[in-house]
């Protein structure tokens, strides 16, 4: 065997080891820049009763199984007070609702812990809440 095939078969081991960190870091790099952009907690659905938060723009929704969401997002006001499935993602108000809305979210919510959800779609299941 020539002396170029054995020194380029010792060096291409070399060189892959030798880049194999470097792309490791842009990938763990990538993951990290997409989680951030990503502002958005799990996905989830409830189905419940719709209704008006004390604030105008403010709906909350206690599920079947007792938990409470403070809701947020589009298409919302058209269905107070009808048995709704929504479905968005777990993510806090902005500071500036959450703070309006504080006061309001423990009286609505009573003893539950309440989950903030952006709503992404509404899914009317009927027309009242019974």
Known sequence: MSTVKKLSLCLVPVVVLALFPVL????????????????????MSATGCLK??????????????GKTYELWGK???AHVNHKVTVTGHEEK???SMEQKRESAEKQEAGNASVVDMKVTHVKMISENCQ
């Open 24 to 43: 490791l870091s842009a990938q763990d790099a990538m993951s990290k820049q997409d989680n951030m952009g990503n502002n958005m907690g799990k996905s």
């Open 52 to 65: 008006q938060g004390s604030d105008a723009n403010g709906f909350y929704l206690t599920s079947e199984d």
């Open 75 to 77: 298409g919302l006001s």
């Open 93 to 95: 108000m902005p500071e």
